[in-house]
């Protein structure tokens, strides 16, 4: 069963149902269950602690993350609190400097207040992270590639470094999912999802997964997601059960597009500078390429300060203006305004998430009329900087 590939098994790690046949996961709309016995309860008693529909969900993501135990809660940010909630006060945490914003805003704003420290590192280079590690510190947190620069982060050195220093190390694999990069394999002790991106993949729930391979780690983590309760309803399980089987179709789909404009906007006088993973001058290539099988269909890139960023998004037709990622629609972000509003403008700033930077989530429209609208767009930025010798 675990020679099949990925896109095999996001069809059918569900399997069909038992009972009936049903081709569907059963939603099972309970919140209690009905104990049969006075003395021995059965394996679901209350849906916080359990419900059959989010437990075919948890089985899924354990499984395509080479796991054992998986957890669905009720956004990306709910799994991320809850895995920052195995550290105790006194703790201290290694954080990458490019971490996604609401991340940045729990570790600054209420991890600290409970007495666990944080420091920010640049985890491109291994010398500043190995000289950033305290004695009590417990965790090393990464994303890779980073949002919105696409900075990468070797998961294996990371993990490496953190056993050595009896760490823990959790990595958010949101923009690559279990299809690009398995980051257990790699050494990883936790692997963190915002299932509202690419997992659903249909601008349509929010949601967060957790998947951990060590037992007592799994045992810990759900008891927490059990105790806080922040929980996935089983009706958005559901959902992304669905949107998980067609993951494979469409990743693929919008990472072959997002080469193809990635290129495009490289060679364009009008971009300052593009990031993405997956060309070869990239710093990173030599590391994801080992460490992931593909680029992804997010990148991000330059134009000359916020008007003609502004000028490019009021002129485009396709794209969504939008906070998210990993949509069926191109989905064009500012993150000074929006993944990264909650960072202040000196730490955006130093993190390269300067005004004129956009992110684009390339998605499922044809690439052929992404590339027309790109261009048509940036001719107008061209025309309003009155510089612009015409490129065709
Ligand atoms: C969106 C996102 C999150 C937060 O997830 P929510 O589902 O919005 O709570 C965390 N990490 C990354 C990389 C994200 O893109």
Redesign the pocket.
């Known amino acids: 069963m675990t020679t099949q590939k990925l896109e095999t098994q996001f069809i059918h790690a569900t399997g069909v149902d038992r009972e009936t046949g049903a081709v569907n996961v059963p939603l099972y709309l309970s919140s209690t269950y009905h104990q049969e016995s006075f003395d021995e309860f059965g394996p679901f008693d209350y849906s916080r602690s359990g419900n059959p529909t989010r437990l075919k969900l948890e089985e899924t993501i354990a499984k395509l993350e080479n796991g054992t135990r998986g957890f669905a809660f009720s956004?990306?940010?709910?799994a991320?609190s809850s895995a920052f909630m195995l550290l105790s006060a006194g703790d201290h945490v290694l954080v990458s400097k490019d971490v996604?914003g609401?991340?940045y805003r729990f570790v600054t704003e209420v991890l600290n207040k409970f007495q666990i420290d944080y420091t920010f590192v640049n985890m491109t280079d291994l010398s500043e992270m190995a000289e950033a590690i305290r004695p009590n510190t417990k965790v090393i947190y990464l994303?890779t590639p980073s949002?919105p620069v696409m900075n990468i982060t070797d998961i294996e050195i990371a993990a490496k470094l953190a056993k050595a220093n009896d760490c823990l190390t959790f990595v958010?694999n949101?923009?690559m999912t279990p299809l690009y990069q398995n980051p257990l394999n790699l050494g990883a002790d936790l692997v963190l999802h915002?299932?509202?991106?690419f997992l659903s993949g249909h601008s349509d729930i929010?949601?967060?997964l957790a998947v951990t391979k060590d037992a007592e780690l799994g045992t810990r983590l759900g008891f927490i997601q059990n105790t806080f309760g922040s929980v996935l309803g089983a009706q958005d399980a559901y959902t992304l059960i669905q949107g998980i089987k067609t993951l494979g179709a469409r990743l693929k789909q919008s990472s072959a597009s997002a080469r193809i404009i990635a290129d495009y906007l490289h060679s364009h006088p009008a971009i300052e500078e593009v990031y993405y993973p997956g060309f070869r001058f990239h710093p990173g290539y030599p590391i994801h390429e080992r460490q992931a099988t593909g680029a992804g269909a997010v990148l991000s890139f330059r134009l000359a300060d916020k008007e003609a960023a502004r000028t490019f998004v009021e002129s485009l037709q396709i794209p969504l203006f939008a906070v998210?990622?990993g949509a069926v629609e191109s989905i064009l972000s500012y993150p000074a305004t929006m993944s990264h509003a909650s960072m202040p403008k000196e730490e955006r700033d130093k993190r390269g998430i300067t005004d004129g930077l956009l992110r684009l989530s390339v998605g499922l429209e044809h690439t052929d009329d992404l590339l027309e609208d790109l261009e048509q767009a940036l001719q107008k930025v061209r025309q309003q900087t009155g510089n612009a010798p015409s490129l065709l």
């Open positions: 956004s990306g940010m709910a991320i996604y609401g991340t994303e949002n958010d949101t923009f915002s299932a509202t991106k929010i949601a967060g998210s990622l």
